[in-house]
């Protein structure tokens, strides 16, 4: 069975650019998370979607934001890039809201110049 | 809010010794406590998961206990070998929320 992909696995942008990274979950799963891990920082919770809805959100400015498709698979747009946005972006599938294991992908790294 | 810590930042073992990482957490109203692997600049591989109502998991040579009530989880790895060399991550759920709250890592060498 497939994990959770990432694309793409490493991306150059410079400031103010808008980004794009995308997420496809393991099959059958309906629960996307996305975090954010930046140097010295830990790991950083950004977004969930379920069931195509946004269900909660991390402390991040609004000009993070997101989308689930209705096969599941998630988008995650960071527009007006900043330096500090330089970080692992890192995508979690679980089966359903209500279940416990969340399952990472590789994650896309980002650098802003 | 809740806060993960985790002690040591880093350490290095020989090879053969046992490990202990230790984690931390504030707000003892949690759903489960799970423990990840990261090797540099990759994703997160999952370890361990311990339900509130839970003391201990075990793994092959993994350990990990909970003490919800004082807030603290230890994550034993026995006899350590040079392919356990990563960064231990510590994770918290929250009650009624799915957002993980990570602990900083534990970065652990194995030296052979």
């Known amino acids: 069975e497939a994990g959770v992909t990432q694309s793409p696995t490493h991306l150059i942008k410079t400031r103010g650019q808008q980004v794009t990274l995308r997420c496809s979950p393991i099959s059958g799963h309906t629960s996307v998370y996305w975090y954010q891990q930046a140097l010295g920082l830990g790991l950083q919770f950004l977004l969930w979607?379920?069931?195509?809805?946004?269900?909660n959100r991390g402390n991040f400015p609004p000009r993070f934001s997101g989308r689930q498709f209705p096969n599941y698979s998630s988008e995650l747009n960071v527009n007006a890039l900043e330096l500090e946005d330089s970080a692992l972006y890192l995508c979690a599938s679980s089966l359903g809201r209500y279940q416990e294991t969340q399952y990472f992908g590789p994650g896309t790294r980002l650098l802003v110049l | 809010k809740q806060e993960v810590t985790q002690i040591p930042a880093a350490l290095s073992v020989p090879e053969g010794e046992n490990l202990v990482l230790n984690c931390s957490f504030t707000?003892?109203?949690?759903?489960?406590l799970q423990w990840f692997r990261q090797d540099p600049g990759k994703g997160l591989t999952s370890l361990l998961l311990i339900q509130s109502s839970q003391r201990e998991q075990t793994s092959g040579r993994l350990n990990a206990s909970l003490d919800k009530s004082s807030g603290r989880s230890t994550l034993y790895i026995a006899a350590s070998q040079p392919g356990d060399s990563a960064t231990y991550l510590c994770?918290?759920?929250?009650?009624?929320?799915?957002?993980?709250?990570f602990g900083k890592g534990n970065q652990v060498v194995v030296i052979p």
């Open positions: 707000d003892s109203a949690i759903y489960n």
């Open positions: 994770a918290v759920r929250p009650y009624g929320n799915n957002r993980l709250a």
């Open positions: 979607y379920d069931e195509g809805e946004e269900r």
